[in-house]
Every structure is written in structure tokens, then in C-alpha cells.
């Protein structure tokens, strides 16, 4: 039987056989697209003061590389008080960050991220939770990294494309009870109860709602007065675009009470992001008021121009000249997207949206690992050869048959995923 030090060897032999440099080397001679161009929006109108959004367009995979640059857009909206949404704004991307591994190329990048979201998402949930606070929030995080989109959520904000030719799809999904029946037997399997509010008679009103808590949703970050079956693991999707680009419509369930996601995406269609951002808030208030917390982020991903170089329009410009200006941009865009690529195609790299960490946290064990030893995968604590539990042992949801092998997690997240799984009650450790 293999021990762990013998696995950690073999892995490291092969993480040393391909210097970084070599790597980045290889994908930019690989790259067979050119890098679009990423222009943003976002609008917002409140009522309870609970949604927070996420912008940042300088994220680098390698530190001082231009040529590893990604986005990342967020929606976080808060229930019970902002403080979650404000946390998880602040800290959820670094804890991603954390939990992938060092030293990749551009497509290992990509493919070891679905497997870090889900790690920086929990530990996000099991920080917060620490401080004790009932607030809780959805959180819908986006990652541009050129052609391909990474969308991770939890809750019911939604991330919707819109493509040339007017074919909308969800990246992501609506973790509800009232509309999943799925989330509604895995919270019942994993201990919770499910049911509508109960008035005098016995006449039940409003949503499904989960109990204790009766929160209607089935994932979220934080939420502690909850049991632990609502769970912070992410429904993670990722595609690649064609070279047409694309439009991205990140919004809170504000937008999406008032609109589905045809409506949103018809709404703003010919406008550039900022406009249509603000055109999406108002279409929802027009159909619906101002019922809850609308924010809106919309994000286009634009072809390159090889012809012509479009400069942004300038700062000091009336509304109306913005809209010639973006008009005539997306006409050339269409034109020479028509050339480049008669059939739109938009090619699904990963989906994955269990609610168990052994099945989302995979077989391979090498992302656990570092220079000094063994992580764990979650909270990416140091730990001793002799101190990690497999996130396979005595897991009936895992495919591998070697619960010796990783990844591994620390007893504080082992305890929690098996919260999560209903094997123990919340709150309580395992002596």
C-alpha cells in the first residue's frame, strides 16, 4: 500500500518536470484566439441595504504577468443583515485563491479551479460562521479568464449569457426550495425539514422554507442559526466562448423575482454594459417596484479588433453619444464576428453542482500538498503526516476506493462536511 510520503514524492517529481516559465512559454505560442477586450457595468437600488458586488479586472495568475490576467465579478445578497454579503465580498476570492495550486500553466489553471471554488467557498461559510453572527448571503462569483467563464454560486442570484443571435442560457442555478426538488431531498435526507409557514388553522402561506431557520433557500454562506444542511458547496459551471464573445447578466434575485433571464437579457441588448445595467434595474422596477435589493452587473466579452483600433469613447459625453459610439462598435463586432465564425458555438468545459465534498473534492491529492508538507484542502492549514483525514474515509458518497489517499482535510473541516452530510448534529464535535 502506498504510503503518503510516497505520494507526496511522486507528485512533486512531477510538478518539477515543467518549469513555470516553460509553461507560460507554451500557452501563449498555444493560444490560438486572441485575447477579447472586457468592458463592465453595474447598477444598483436598495431597499434593506444587503447587496454587495464584486469587481476586479487586474487578478493575475503570475504575479507580474500581464499575460495571465483574469476578472472576477461577483453578486453577493445578504439576508438577516449584510454582514455575510460584506464578508464573503471581502474574502471569498483570496480564499479561492489560496486553494489552488502553484506553479500551473494557463489550461491546468482552469482545470483545477472548479475544485478551489468549492474549497474557498466552505471555508468562507466556516470562517464567518465562527463569528457568530445569524446574517447570511447568496454569492454568485464569475472568473473571465479570456474566452473561458467560470461561474460559482450558492443561493438564487443568477448568472445569465447572452450570445449572438439572441440564444440566452443560466450558468448557473437556482438553489430554491419552492422550484429544486433535488435540494429539497438532499436537506431532508441530510436532517432538515421542509414545509410552508403554518398560520392559525392550519393554512399554510409563501415559500417552501427549510426548518429550523425557515430559510427558503438550500445553499448559502453563513446563516449559522441554520443547520448545517444548508450547505456553502457551489453549483460550479464553466464554458468557453466562441470568438463572437458574449454578454454576461450577474444579478441578485431582485432582478430575477421581476424578469427571467430572456426579459433581462432583451432589455439591454445594443446598449454597452453601463447602460445596460442601469436599463436592467429599470426594466425591473417598471415591471415589479422596488420590492427588494436590485444590483445588477453586466459584463461584455468583446472580440479583438484586428482591422481597426477602437479607442473608448471619452469621459465628458452626453448619453446619446455614448450609445452611437457602442452601436457602432457592436455593428463592426457583428460584422467581423460573422466572418471569423458562422456557427456560434459555446463549448461546456465542466459542470458540477453535488452538495458532497468527497465527490466535488475528486480522487487526485496533489492540491493538498505543499513544499512543507501536507495542506488541508479546505482551510489550507499545515498539517503533520499523521494528522489528515481523507475527505474518502468512511464516505458512502465517495468514488475512491483508497480512503488513504487525499485530499485531505483537518479535524475542524472534517467535522463540518460531516454536518453537512447529516452524520452528525450541527455545532457538535466529535470526540
Known amino acids: 500500500m502506498a504510503t503518503r510520503e510516497d505520494t507526496r514524492r511522486q507528485n512533486n517529481q512531477q510538478h518539477e518536470l515543467i518549469p513555470l516559465a516553460a509553461l507560460i512559454s507554451r500557452e501563449l505560442k498555444s493560444e490560438k484566439m486572441e485575447k477579447p477586450s472586457v468592458s463592465y457595468g453595474y447598477a444598483e437600488k436598495a ?50 485563491l489560496a486553494a489552488m495550486p502553484r506553479e500551473l500553466g494557463r489550461d491546468e489553471w482552469l482545470h483545477a479551479l472548479p475544485r478551489a471554488l468549492v474549497a474557498g467557498f466552505v471555508k468562507t461559510d466556516k470562517e464567518f460562521q465562527l463569528k457568530g453572527k445569524t446574517s447570511g448571503t447568496t454569492a454568485t462569483f464569475v472568473i473571465v479568464d479570456r474566452w473561458t467563464v467560470t461561474v460559482a454560486c450558492v443561493g438564487d442570484s443568477r448568472c445569465v449569457l447572452d450570445i449572438q443571435g439572441g440564444a440566452v442560457s443560466d450558468l448557473s442555478v437556482d438553489h430554491r426550495l419552492e422550484d429544486n426538488e433535488e435540494e429539497r431531498q438532499r436537506v431532508i435526507a441530510s436532517g432538515g425539514e421542509v414545509g410552508r409557514l403554518s398560520i392559525v388553522g392550519g393554512v399554510e402561506i409563501g415559500p417552501l422554507r427549510c426548518w429550523p431557520g425557515g430559510l427558503c433557500l438550500s445553499r448559502s454562506i453563513g446563516d449559522v442559526d441554520v443547520g448545517e444542511f444548508i450547505v456553502p458547496i457551489p453549483h460550479v459551471k464553466q464554458v468557453k466562448l466562441s470568438n463572437c464573445g458574449g454578454r454576461l447578466i450577474i444579478a441578485s434575485d431582485g432582478v430575477w423575482d421581476a424578469l427571467s433571464s430572456e426579459m433581462a437579457a432583451k432589455s439591454c441588448r445594443g446598449l454597452p454594459a453601463d447602460l445596460a445595467a442601469r436599463q436592467v434595474v429599470k426594466e425591473t422596477l417598471r415591471t415589479k417596484g422596488l420590492k427588494d435589493d436590485t444590483t445588477c452587473v453586466v459584463v461584455d466579452i468583446i472580440p479583438p479588433e484586428n482591422d481597426v483600433t477602437l479607442l473608448p469613447p471619452p469621459k465628458k459625453q452626453n448619453k446619446l453619444k455614448a450609445l452611437y459610439f457602442w452601436k457602432k462598435l457592436l455593428n463592426y463586432t457583428n460584422k467581423s464576428s460573422k466572418k471569423l465564425s458562422p456557427l456560434i458555438i459555446v463549448e461546456e468545459l465542466f459542470e458540477e453542482g453535488s452538495a458532497m465534498l468527497a465527490e466535488r473534492l475528486g480522487n487526485d491529492d496533489s492540491s493538498a500538498q505543499s513544499a512543507s508538507g501536507f495542506n488541508c484542502a479546505i482551510c489550507q492549514v499545515d498539517l503533520a503526516a499523521n494528522e489528515g483525514i481523507s475527505v474518502h474515509a468512511g464516505s458512502i458518497f465517495s468514488t475512491c476506493s483508497k480512503p488513504w489517499q487525499g485530499p485531505f482535510l483537518c479535524s475542524d473541516c472534517r467535522d463540518k462536511k460531516d454536518a453537512m452530510e447529516g452524520k452528525r448534529p450541527s455545532g457538535l464535535k466529535i470526540m
Do not use: M
Open 47 to 96: 431597499k434593506k441595504g444587503e447587496d454587495f458586488y464584486l469587481v476586479k479586472t487586474d487578478c493575475q495568475r503570475v504575479p507580474g504577468n500581464s499575460a495571465s490576467t483574469f476578472s472576477v465579478f461577483a453578486i453577493f445578497d445578504g439576508h438577516h443583515g449584510n454582514a455575510a454579503a460584506i464578508y464573503a465580498r471581502d474574502n471569498l476570492l483570496n480564499h479561492v
